[in-house]
């Protein structure tokens, strides 16, 4: 029974790497890199360029060449750096742009902070309103609940509330 089990979580583990190899290759293929050569392939060379580098430099600060003997080495060696030069412009391709990933996350952010400051505001004028017709109500109610020394209502404000209110209607009929 330990045998299949282990046979099993092995083949299951084998075929989940199969398919993360597939989507990385497939998303490499698709960033337009060149995937015919391993990233250890490609650190060697680096590596092999830089010994290359490091022992032309030695062999510039040889003491015991003479003076028009080191000329022409360098000479020589400037050359051979400028050929190796051309050759791995050659085989480097260029990139293409990559698009910046966090485009998308940026402008839904910017989008977001917009409409959150067009909701605030919306906010603020429906306060401002709601304010300003409390204010009006409570000047109104004022109004109408003035009395006299005998405890009766003022009708200056009660018939000029009632004025207000056909005024009203009489511009409603009209428009």
Known sequence: MSLTAYKERKEKKFKENA??????KKAVKSEGYDNTRSSAAQLS?????????????GRRNMSAVGDDER???????????????QTNSKHQRKRPVRPDPFAKARQLAEEKERQSEEAEAARQERQRQLQKRELERKK?????????????PV???IIKE???KLQGEK?????
């Open 19 to 24: 398919r993360l190899i597939r989507q990385y």
């Open 45 to 57: 060379n680096h590596h092999r360029d830089d010994d290359d580098r490091k022992e032309s430099t």
């Open 71 to 85: 000329n022409t080495i360098t000479d020589m060696e400037s050359q051979l750096e400028g050929d190796k030069h």
């Open 140 to 152: 109104r109610s004022k109004a109408l609940s003035q009395r006299t020394r005998k405890g009766q």
């Open 155 to 157: 009708m200056k404000s």
């Open 162 to 164: 009632i004025l207000e």
């Open 171 to 175: 511009q409603e009929q009209e428009s």
